[in-house]
């Protein structure tokens, strides 16, 4: 009966996991769209390229940031 529960409780960490590393996939989607954003604005004004480039840098840090916690929490569900 007990075993049953813990099973159950593994099964559900399993798949909880799963479907946290579904967000490591948001943000390479996430980092996708920005980079072609970037050089769309970069082909129609090469004079911005200082400025857009950095906040490139910014918006993608951000993006990887969220994929480094998918894959954190999925790992805690995993492990724990």
């Known amino acids: 009966m007990v075993e049953e529960v813990v099973q159950q409780g593994l099964d559900a960490a399993k798949l909880g996991a799963g479907l946290a590393v579904l967000g490591v996939f948001g ?3 996430g980092i996708g769209i920005a980079t072609k954003g970037v ?3 970069i ?3 090469p004079a911005i ?3 857009a480039f950095k906040n ?3 918006g993608a840090g951000l993006a990887e940031a969220t994929s ?3 894959l954190f929490i999925a ?3 995993i492990f724990s």
Do not use: S
């Open 27 to 29: 943000g390479g989607i």
């Open 39 to 41: 050089l769309d604005a």
């Open 43 to 45: 082909a129609r004004q």
């Open 49 to 51: 390229k200082g400025e």
């Open 56 to 58: 490139f840098i910014i």
């Open 68 to 70: 480094i916690y998918a």
């Open 75 to 77: 790992l805690l569900l």
